[in-house]
C-alpha cells in the first residue's frame, strides 16, 4: 500500500468551477503538506504548504487538512484555462535539513473554456 | 535570475551506456535531490544530499550514483545496472535549515533508452 494515495484522474471541469483535489496518507508522522503544481513536461512548483490541521488560503486556492482522517485537499475557485496541469500532493515527517517528501502520483486536471 | 537549471532537456542511451544528467543551482542552497517520475508512479527519491561532499540513498538508488564535490552541483549517473531507466528525472534543492524546507524543482530531463 501507498504512503501517499491521490486520484490520477483525469478530470475535466468548465471554465469557473470549483476544483476539489484531495491526498489520503496512512503515515500518522507526515507533519508538512504541500501541494504542487506541474506543466506538462515542466519541473513541479510550489502552490501551498500547510503545517497543522485546518485551511490556509492564497488567491483562489485553498488548503485543507485533516490530520485525524489523514486526509488533505486543494480547493481551486473560479477556474481558468490556465490551471490545466497535474496538481501533485507532497507530505514530509521532518521539519529542518532536507526533508525527504513522499509525493502522491499526481491528479491530471483540465479546465475547459 | 536565480534557478536550478537541468542538461540535457533529453537525452538518448543505448542499452549498456553509463549517461550522467546534469543539475546546477545558483540559489545557495545546502540540499539538493534527484528524483525519477512515472506515469501512475509520481516522484520517487533517488539520492539526496545535505551537505557538499555527503549525500543518502533514497527510495530507488539501485542502478544510480552521484556526486556532490560543489555546493551548487549534483551530478546524476545513471548506469547500466538501472534495468528500467527510461523516466523524467527532476533535480530539486531546498535551503535545508530552516522549519519549512520547500523544495524547488528544475525544469527536468527526459532518459529514453533505445
Known amino acids: 500500500q501507498k504512503e501517499v494515495e491521490q486520484d490520477p484522474g483525469p478530470l475535466s471541469v468548465p471554465e469557473g468551477a470549483i476544483v476539489s483535489l484531495n491526498c489520503t496518507y496512512s503515515n500518522s508522522a507526515f507533519q508538512y503538506f504541500m501541494w504542487y503544481r506541474q506543466y506538462s513536461r515542466k519541473g513541479p512548483e510550489l502552490l501551498m504548504y500547510?503545517?497543522?490541521?485546518g485551511n490556509k488560503e492564497d488567491g483562489r486556492f485553498t488548503a485543507q487538512v485533516d490530520k485525524s482522517s489523514k486526509y488533505i485537499s486543494l480547493f481551486i475557485r473560479d477556474s481558468q484555462p490556465s490551471d490545466s496541469a497535474t496538481y501533485l500532493c507532497a507530505m514530509s515527517e521532518r521539519e529542518t535539513s532536507g526533508s525527504r517528501l513522499t509525493f502522491g502520483e499526481g491528479t491530471q486536471l483540465t479546465v475547459n473554456p | 535570475d536565480g534557478g536550478i537549471t537541468q542538461s540535457p532537456k533529453y537525452l538518448f542511451r543505448k542499452e549498456g551506456q553509463n549517461v550522467t544528467l546534469s543539475c546546477e543551482q545558483n540559489?545557495?542552497?545546502?540540499?539538493m535531490y534527484w528524483y525519477r517520475q512515472d506515469p501512475g508512479q509520481g516522484l520517487r527519491l533517488i539520492y539526496y544530499?545535505?551537505?557538499?561532499?555527503?549525500?543518502q540513498k533514497g527510495d530507488i538508488a539501485e542502478g544510480y550514483s552521484v556526486s556532490r564535490e560543489k555546493k551548487e552541483s549534483f551530478p546524476l549517473t545513471v548506469t547500466s545496472a538501472q534495468k528500467n531507466p527510461t523516466a523524467f528525472y527532476l533535480c530539486?534543492?531546498?535551503?535545508?535549515?530552516?522549519?519549512?524546507?520547500?523544495?524547488?524543482f528544475g525544469p527536468g530531463t527526459r532518459l529514453t533508452v533505445l
Open positions: 544530499s545535505q551537505i557538499v561532499n555527503d549525500f
Open positions: 530539486a534543492s531546498s535551503i535545508g535549515d530552516r522549519e519549512i524546507d520547500t523544495q524547488y
Open positions: 540559489l545557495n542552497h545546502d540540499a
Open positions: 500547510t503545517y497543522s490541521s
